[in-house]
């Protein structure tokens, strides 16, 4: 049974570091809203990465274009 157990650690050891992950992506996400605020925009293009705030939920969306993606659709 002590591989019983130490699955049940390693998935509380990884679930911690989600949990942690997603306290830090509220408090960026948090940041970034007040700078659109703070700059009075709605939408922000520049170099593959879009940000819009979305109204209903007082949230931001970011999308970021990797590379290849622009590469891709450069040569389209």
Do not use: C, N
């Not at 049974?1 to 949990?19: F, N, W």
């Not at 007040?34 to 970011?62: A, N, P, S, W």
């Amino acid at each position: 049974m002590k591989d019983l157990h130490e699955a049940a650690l390693d998935y509380a050891e990884k679930r911690d570091e989600r949990m942690a992950l997603s306290v830090e992506e509220v408090e960026l996400k948090q940041r970034l809203l007040k700078l659109m605020h703070k700059y009075k925009k709605e939408q922000y293009d520049f170099e593959g990465v879009h940000i819009e705030i979305v109204h209903e939920d007082e949230t931001v969306k970011v999308r970021v274009k990797s590379a290849k993606v622009e590469e891709a659709g450069e040569a389209a």
